[in-house]
């Protein structure tokens, strides 16, 4: 089952460790024929960016997905990171659960995009409080 | 006798009315001093109750998991062991059939014997190996899976192999190290050599097995986080509140900002790939 994905000009993907960035002035497309980690420009999130707690967890699970050689260590550094979120946001549990089941079963891109919607969620409450007056 | 129905006037009414409510008080607070929650019954919070018993029914099955995945590391364990034994055995049939080569024929004779002892003692305790009937060096006929979730989507499967001297490790029974009154070199060289390709397949076996062994320790703790964070998140869910959680993201966000920060473990192959971006 290959996957067709479109590169734009100058646009930057990672698959299976390399990093291809599309050097024509057209849109190129790729087909990758076998199972490998695969992560777009839109969807890297840089160490710098990891701001906030929900963002930490999804560079956690980047970090599994891009490099699993050092799946022990990120597997620590992720329930760190995740204890914290569900002692103070419990209602994050249900979320991050799907989100658990996801990478025990190595499906990372789904795990990723559930984490997405924590940042979602993290955002909406923590500018609840801080009246919307700035974002993260 | 007949009783006679006790009339109560407004005043006393109220009163006792008043006197179960905090009867019924009195039990929920004496109930979440017990169990240490806000919410015990559908009745306080029915969302928020079904949701927090659903994480911990999940928790509990999640639970069942991890002791079957103990139970596959108890199997595997038992396998290496057997493993281990059997390399020791193999190195003492080895030290006799090398001390038969340089031997008069009379003690080559008697080392081939203690050759062959040892040879039965490697099916004995290949036989042996087992965990609660499952023994994964009884042949490739035995198979022992490993779910990781509660369906069961989600498994590993591991394939025994043969550890008996006959058809497993092709060490054959000792016979004709000494013909006449002359030791048989050559014969005793094949068996040296059977000897060491044997050890050669126990090693390779061996190394499947801590790989497997690996995996299944990485998912045992992966359980265990979730069964935690499923525990921790019911015990909590009773406080959700959005204006809380958000204030409590933010004071979080604050004092991972502060602290030493674990993210830039990141491997030097990981980082070298994202500073790209």
Known sequence: MALRITLKPGERMIIGGAVLTNGSPSSCDLVIENRTPILRQKDILTEEKATSPCRRIYYAIQLMYIDENNLAMYHKIYWELVKDLVHAAPSTVGLIDSINEHILQRRYYPALKLTKKLIEYEKEAVERVSNGAEGI | ??????????????????????????????????????????????????????HEQRAGDLSGRKDEMSEAVQTVKAADAGIQSINTLIAAARSLATSALSADSTTATTLMNQFNTVRTQIDEMAADSGYKGVNLLGGTSVSLTIKFDETGASKLGITGFDGSTTTGLSISLASGWVSGTTVSASTIETAISALDSAKDKLRTESSKLANNLSIITARQEFTQGMINVLKDGAAGLTNADMNEEGANMLMLQTRQALGTTSLSLASQAAQSVLRLF
């Open chain 2, 1 to 54: 006798m007949a009783m006679q129905p006790i009339t109560l006037t407004g005043g006393m009414r109220a009163n006792l009315v008043s006197l179960q409510n905090t009867n019924s008080l009195l039990e929920l607070t004496q109930k979440k001093l017990a169990t240490g929650k806000k919410v015990n019954s559908a009745l306080d919070d029915p969302v928020a109750y079904f949701t927090a018993v659903a």
